[in-house]
């Protein structure tokens, strides 16, 4: 059904039934050049810890004179954010202390992020920056999550009022499936990162460095308007 989004997301929907009568497709595409990229050759294979009793050596960038708006939460937890060219979209790496990343996630409210960038200064300071290279690839249905967010109703066989989308009768509706594959790229040049989301309708004080060495969140957005453009975790960083 979809091909491609820029040769990262090549398909979305594999096959179909004859009950199918839709398909919705979105698509998000981001390339960005970090404003301060990092030299590969002073790329290197380094300790990150997995876990307090886990060590995995991978592949670190490092720039030893780095951007980055860098603050700490009460809790130990540290956020950087590493801008793109222009400015507009930042990376956000959230580094809470070990063992604390699910937790820390569970309690991201909108409240609680508003009050994490509010911990980040007023302008970036030039760090030693060390970051993981890493690559994910994600694909997953969300019928589930959107139903526990408060919307059952529209994977109800004949619960959803989507009759008005068509121009012909179709009977009851439905929505089947909602599938969302995402791929994102870190590395010395910046990041690049593709998402696809398909809807089936069916009738029925700061440091003087920046080292992310355990588990973190990731978030990419627009820094003028705040939208959330990617959000993932990395509990163990792989490039391939």
Known sequence: MYKRQN????????RFSDDDVAFLVNATYFKGRWRSQFDPRDTRTLPFSVSAAVTAQVPTMSNDAGLVR?????????IGELPYGGDAFVMDVIMPPQGRLESMIDSLTPARWRAMLARLPDSSGKLRI????FRLEVSRTLNDDLARLGMPRPFARGGAQLAPMFSVPTGPLHISSVVQKIFVDVNEEGTEAAAV????????SLPPSFIVDRPFLFIIRDRLTGTLLFMGKVVRPVTA
């Open 197 to 204: 989301t398909s809807i089936g309708i069916r009738a029925v």
């Open 70 to 78: 860098l603050g700490w939460l009460p809790d130990g937890t540290q």
């Open 7 to 14: 040769a990262k997301i090549t398909t979305i929907v594999d």
């Open 130 to 133: 060390q970051l993981p290279k």
